[in-house]
């Protein structure tokens, strides 16, 4: 696709649940980076891979939160044992070297 | 990365000039000026960056003080759908930093007709 495509749009799940969000980044783009908004906030950085690996995951609030990307594509955000406080918009960005940051339109994950 | 100050909130009538301030005092020369902009309920959008000189494409521009200590992004001629909250964002890009982007909390501008 032409963007960064994110699924679920909306995710609505109990407490104590696992989520998995995905992000489909744009296509050559060799760096992707998973960020957080909650309600009325700014972004929160969350975790970054180049390629396949992870050097910066400082962003993680709690073991409770992994990720994932394969084939230096796709990449599967994961919550384990959600809880109240993880209800925020999850957005994915893409970029390659010389490029801004490309976000998609973020997965809404409400836990009830 | 250095720290950014941005005004709260902005206002500015349809078809005129908006004109962003952005401080970063604390910037060191190897670090970029960026700017992104969030219309209500969109991810982040990608405006302009620079490092100097001014820029300008088909967004904006954005005119960096020679001492670098601060920077203003204009939209020439703005319209309602230019309502968002800006965010001026200082980082690397050297080949040994993340590439990740710390934003702060913005400015909202609202543009009335």
């Known amino acids: 696709g032409a963007g960064v495509s994110q699924s679920p749009s909306n995710k609505v799940t109990e407490k104590g649940k696992d989520v998995e969000l995905r992000c489909d980044p744009i296509?050559?783009?060799?760096?992707l980076y998973w960020y957080r908004q909650s309600l009325g906030q700014g972004l929160e950085f969350l975790i970054y891979f180049q390629g396949n690996s992870a050097p910066d995951k400082s962003g993680l609030p709690s073991d409770r939160f992994s990720a994932e990307r394969t084939g230096g594509s796709v990449s599967t955000l994961t919550i384990q044992r959600t809880q109240q406080e993880d209800s925020a918009v999850y957005l994915c960005?893409?970029?390659?070297?010389?490029?801004?940051?490309?976000f998609g339109s973020g997965t809404q994950l409400s836990v009830l | 990365d250095a720290k950014t100050t941005q005004p709260t909130s902005m206002d500015c009538a349809e078809g005129r000039a908006a004109n962003l301030p952005c401080n970063h005092s604390t910037i060191s020369g190897n670090e970029y000026v960026y700017w992104y902009r969030q219309i209500h309920s969109q991810g982040p959008q990608y405006i302009i960056h620079?490092?100097?000189n001014n820029e300008t494409n088909e967004m904006a521009s954005l005119i960096i003080t020679e001492d670098r200590k601060s920077s203003t992004l204009i939209l020439p001629h703005a319209t309602l759908r230019d309502t968002a909250v800006y965010y001026c964002i200082v980082s690397k890009r050297s080949s040994g930093n993340t590439g990740k982007l710390i934003f702060g909390q913005g400015t909202t501008l609202q543009v009335k007709p």
């Open positions: 296509s050559g783009h060799t760096a």
């Open positions: 960005a893409s970029s390659s070297p010389g490029l801004g940051l490309f």
């Open positions: 620079g490092l100097k």
